[in-house]
């Protein structure tokens, strides 16, 4: 123990004669957790901390250590993970949890590792033996792997659109290998069936939903068979693309980026994904200012009263195409400026785009020359589509 409270004291940071501070108190409270764990005192409770104050007006500072015994472990039963990867899951827990709750902790991980592989059946004792004299813990998994459990089927209701054989294959492009494979998978299962449900929104019933997802399991829990309900709800189509502002653009294009037709269903995450290409795609072109008006209105997308149908209206303000002024050079002291110049894709009077900004960039970074590099548009005064370029460059250190 006295090698321990040597240790410890380094860590904790603070010795005779420094100022107390609230924070380095903390943060050395902080390192001496992190040193138990480190050396596997892993049941070890928090270090609590005493002042004491004597005649003089010196404060003493008391940590109080229970340490508990270090923990050792050994696994028997395992085939279908080694010890070291099985030590790499007790790793995981040692950096998150530590206590009373410790070793329940481990075996939660470890069964959980064997659910993902589709053993979940799995089970794991526990057999402890102390050696007091050493204060060592040696903790012993016992693991029963068991068998894989099969899937007796798919079943998914609620859903109209398509029939069952289709749901089910769609279902099953969404999920895990192991589901791929009919072998049982809860959390893949689970996940499958809400990104089957996105898949219904993005197919125009927006608001469809996962109602409940149930296993049924044989007495011998070798076969399952598994039973999704679904919500289906109203297919929502788009009936008109209103366009105000866009001349930058043709209708055709706008369709294109929207990832919307008239008359199809609405996929509103191909929608909402357009709107971001929408204002990409002015960026590429000079529009550097451009802005959807109504982006955030309630009425970009207005719905008949059953949700059938739906006006999409966009509202652009596409502001001038920009182009280069001077371009500035700051920041270099051992670099001449047309050094950083001729790295520019383009020269004053030129169209100003988004892409050409970050081209000019990456080419000054290219040079390793620089730690630092900014490129920052700066508005003409007496314009209102010239941008000056500002270039802040910060050279490497030898």
Do not use: C
């Amino acid at each position: 123990r006295a090698r321990y409270e040597r240790e410890l004291r380094a860590a904790f940071g603070l010795e005779l004669g420094d100022r107390i501070q609230r924070d380095r108190v903390l943060e050395g409270i902080q390192r001496i957790k992190d040193w138990l764990r480190d050396h596997d005192f892993l049941m070890a409770r928090d270090p609590v901390l005493e002042y004491k104050v004597d005649e003089q007006g010196n404060v003493g500072l008391f940590l109080n250590i229970d340490y508990g015994p270090r923990i050792r472990f050994g696994f028997r039963g395992n085939t279908q993970y080694s010890y070291r990867e099985l030590m790499i899951f007790v790793g995981e827990i040692k950096e998150v949890a530590s206590g009373n709750d410790y070793l329940s902790a481990v075996r939660r991980r470890i069964l959980e590792a064997y659910k993902e592989m589709g053993l979940a059946n799995a089970q794991i004792n526990t057999l402890v033996r102390e050696d007091p004299s050493r204060g060592i813990r040696y903790v012993s998994l016992l693991i029963e792997e068991g068998k894989k459990i099969r899937l007796d089927g798919i079943l998914i209701e609620g859903v109209y659109s398509m029939g069952q054989a289709a749901a089910v294959k769609q279902l099953k492009t969404l999920a895990t290998r192991l589901v791929q494979r009919d072998f049982f998978d809860e959390q893949g299962i689970n996940k499958a069936a809400d990104l089957f449900a996105e898949y219904l929104q993005s197919q125009g019933y927006l608001s469809a939903k996962l109602e409940y997802v149930k296993f049924d399991f044989n007495p011998e829990r070798t076969r399952v068979a598994v039973s999704l309900l679904y919500t289906e709800g109203v297919r929502t189509s788009v009936q008109e693309l209103q366009l105000e502002g866009i001349k930058a653009f043709s209708r055709e294009e706008m369709l294109k980026t929207l990832s919307v037709k008239e008359g199809e269903p609405l996929n509103i995450f191909a929608f909402e994904k357009g709107l971001n290409a929408l204002k990409d795609a002015y960026q590429d072109v000079g529009h550097l200012s451009a802005s959807i008006i109504n982006e955030s209105a309630d009425n970009i997308v207005r719905y008949s009263r059953d949700n059938s149908q739906a006006t999409i209206r966009i509202e652009v303000d596409e502001g001038p195409v920009f182009q280069v002024g001077d371009v500035l050079v700051r920041g270099n002291q051992k670099t001449h400026a047309r050094v950083i110049l001729r790295e520019m894709p383009f020269i004053t009077n030129d169209v100003l785009t988004a892409p050409l900004l970050a081209e000019a960039e990456d080419n000054l970074r290219k040079l390793n020359l620089f730690s630092s590099v900014i490129l920052r548009p700066i508005d003409r005064p007496g314009t209102d589509n010239v941008k000056d370029i500002l270039i802040l460059v910060e050279e490497s250190a030898p």
